[in-house]
């Protein structure tokens, strides 16, 4: 374990340049004061209660999605949270808040930003800490209470929040390590002292009442001077910049008590500003390349423009809606994505907190309203409950969706790197493939990025048949997180068991493939033809190039892998098939796939070894993870062959 930090400390280190590491003493340095009490904010400034906090948060059409507020705030109440990978429901009114509930762990009560929060035998892991603080539940019950006046929803809000401030102290612990934790704590807190009336609440009527909104709003400041010291910067400032960012312009639109959210509020309006051009491609791409991400960022600079509309910049308004295509364009007709990049089942707010949300249609209606665009709500298929939270929208007064069936939608993201072919779009008789050929990731971590150039993403008659095999874990088991981001977890080609970038560390990557792309639309034919140099750096240079070439009438994909190279290699060409996929060989080299009465059939090379393998821990290979911790058997086809130099490989798929 130690050599392994070494090894990881070097590559983190060679990441970052002269400038970020001159920034990281200082934190350093900044870190030493103030844990012996410098640079604090122990003591608060003046309170001024009389400034005008804003209700931004609209409280119109909550009527008409009544009763799932109550059935949402209940569950909260009665049952508790859905977290991760637990088996039942996680009780969360007064938690243990520095305990990780799936190992027991609990985190000592030290200066939070010197806590060393990866080490599971000292935090266990602190994904589940860090969610729970998140806050997302409190808003259920905030919301409850605000339709139905009833107390038990707003003495649970007070519960919950006392029993944080009194088990996490300031500057002490883990949940004073984060500023992105701590922004979107303040985004859900935001949310919560909306709902319960504001400065008016009749939690803060009387003395008691008076000493509880004046502890609150202490840790608050608290929360605002910890981050607009601590922003994320270098190799860092990727999603976590931007919540942060969110974080703390959405507290000073909330609570502008005191004279220091002029310029905080100021800071992180041109930092969202700012990152929304640095870190999103011109065509609406997160540059982090990750789907769940795209949706999370996009939460972030949403929910931040509608705290202060007038603030924000017509360009960044248009980047918003880019990115909303751009989640229009990559649901299929079932309402399915592919889980390209990391996902953690992150969300900024608990305003879409009950089991039946989606957090990419809920988007979608929301944007849709918002920019008028009947194309993203014929994706939504209607309000949801977090959208009509979000808009003010009557449920029941909603106009009739157009058909998807008569919309078309973007299909080709040079930029970020995405291509769909396909036919009979939104159809029953659909086809939809994704082809990536973009960039690696975000900045010189690529983090949240995997090694899945030239990877193939299909369904077909509304079922998944290729699929992204998505995430699984971060931090706690190092083997599955390097094998869920490696090439042989996605649906493409791996040269000599090595893959195409070279992993670092769990959000790391020595090396970073390159690829391009480009694609050709005809009424009876599409074709993709795409590269990507990641190894160039082996001793003997390969370069892969992958071409595929859609037959609409003839009913089949023609997938030709071409090797570029002068001496032998071992070449492997993964195909992941969905969890209700059944896999069976019709002969040595042909496959036949079925999910649920519709059948695919791929066809292999002669020269070619396939095999199939499903749930193997040993490779490991043959898994899905579609949430945060949990995994599942599915069926991985593997075509395996020996080259000598220059060599062409082709599958073939009937449908």
């Avoid at 520095?98 to 806590?115: Q, R, Y």
């Avoid at 929060?117 to 539940?137: A, T, V």
Wanted: charged letters at 20%.
């Amino acid at each position: 374990m130690k050599s392994y930090k070494f090894v990881w400390f070097v590559n983190r280190f060679k990441a970052m340049g002269p400038i970020e590491n001159l920034c990281r003493l200082r934190n350093k340095c900044r870190a030493y004061l103030e844990s012996v009490g410098f640079l604090t904010a122990s003591k608060i400034p003046y309170t001024d209660l009389n400034s005008d906090g804003e209700i931004w948060l609209s409280m119109n059409g909550l009527e008409s999605v009544k009763q799932l507020i109550i059935s949402s705030a209940d569950s909260v109440l009665n049952e508790g949270l859905v977290l991760f990978a637990l088996e039942d429901k996680f009780p969360c009114i007064v938690p243990e808040w520095n305990t990780d509930p799936l190992t027991g762990v609990t985190c000592p009560l030290k200066f939070g930003k010197k806590l060393d929060f990866k080490n599971q035998s000292f935090c266990g892991d602190i994904k589940y800490i860090w969610e729970i603080s998140r806050f997302l539940q409190v808003v259920p019950l905030a919301r409850a209470w605000h339709v139905t006046g009833d107390e038990k929803y707003i003495k649970a809000v007070h519960l919950m929040i006392e029993s944080w401030l009194d088990q996490c102290p300031y500057m002490l612990g883990v949940n004073w390590n984060s500023s992105l934790e701590i922004g979107v704590r303040l985004i859900n807190w935001s949310i919560a002292w909306q709902y319960i009336g504001g400065i008016n609440s009749p939690l803060f009527k009387g003395a008691a009442g008076h000493k509880f909104r004046d502890r609150w709003l202490t840790s608050i400041f608290q929360h605002m001077h910890f981050i607009d010291a601590w922003y994320s910067k270098g190799s860092s400032a990727n999603n976590h910049l931007i919540g942060e960012a969110a974080g703390v312009f959405i507290a000073c639109t909330t609570w502008p008590f005191w004279k220091n959210c002029k310029k905080w509020k100021s800071r992180a309006l041109q930092i969202l500003e700012q990152e929304a051009d640095r870190q999103i491609f011109s065509d609406g791409v997160d540059k982090e390349q990750a789907i769940s991400y795209q949706q999370f960022v996009i939460d972030f600079f949403l929910i931040s423009y509608l705290a202060d509309k007038k603030a924000f910049s017509e360009s960044y308004i248009n980047t918003i809606e880019n990115m909303v295509s751009f989640i229009a364009s990559m649901t299929n007709g079932s309402g399915n994505l592919p889980l390209i990049g990391d996902a953690d089942d992150g969300n900024v707010t608990g305003l879409g907190l009950y089991s039946e949300s989606d957090p990419y249609k809920s988007i979608l209606a929301t944007a849709g309203y918002l920019f008028s665009r009947d194309d993203f709500l014929s994706r939504a298929g209607g309000y949801d409950l977090k959208s009509v939270c979000l808009t003010g929208i009557d449920r029941d007064s909603i106009k009739p969706l157009i058909s998807a069936e008569n919309i078309l939608f973007k299909r080709s993201f040079e930029n970020g790197g995405y291509y769909i072919l396909g036919d009979n779009f939104s159809s029953e008789l659909e086809l939809f493939i994704v082809v990536y050929s973009g960039p690696l990731g975000y900045g010189r971590l690529a983090a949240h990025g995997h090694a899945d150039a030239l990877s193939i993403y299909l369904s077909y008659k509304k079922r998944e048949f290729l699929i992204d095999p998505g995430t699984y874990v971060y931090n706690s088991k190092p083997a599955w997180r390097e094998y869920f981001r490696g090439t042989s977890a996605h649906n493409t080609v791996r040269i000599d068991r090595c893959d195409q970038s070279e992993q670092g560390g769990d959000f790391l990557w020595k090396t970073h493939a390159r690829s391009e792309g480009e694609v050709h639309f005809d009424q009876s034919i599409e074709n993709f033809r795409g590269r990507h140099n990641g190894y160039e750096r082996l001793n003997d240079s390969v370069t892969h190039e992958r071409v595929i070439s859609l037959n609409k009438a003839g009913q089949q994909i023609v997938v030709q892998d071409h090797i570029h190279c002068k001496e032998a290699h071992f070449v492997e060409t993964f195909w992941h098939f969905s969890e209700k996929c059944e896999v069976i060989f019709d002969g040595p080299h042909r496959i036949i796939a079925s999910n649920n009465g519709v059948k695919l059939e791929l066809l292999f090379g002669e020269s070619a070894l396939v095999r199939i393998v499903c749930g193997n821990s040993e490779i490991p290979s043959g898994w899905v993870s579609r949430s945060f911790g949990i995994k599942v058997p599915s069926v991985t086809v593997v075509s395996e062959v020996q080259i000598e130099g220059d060599s062409s490989l082709i599958t073939k798929i009937l449908y």
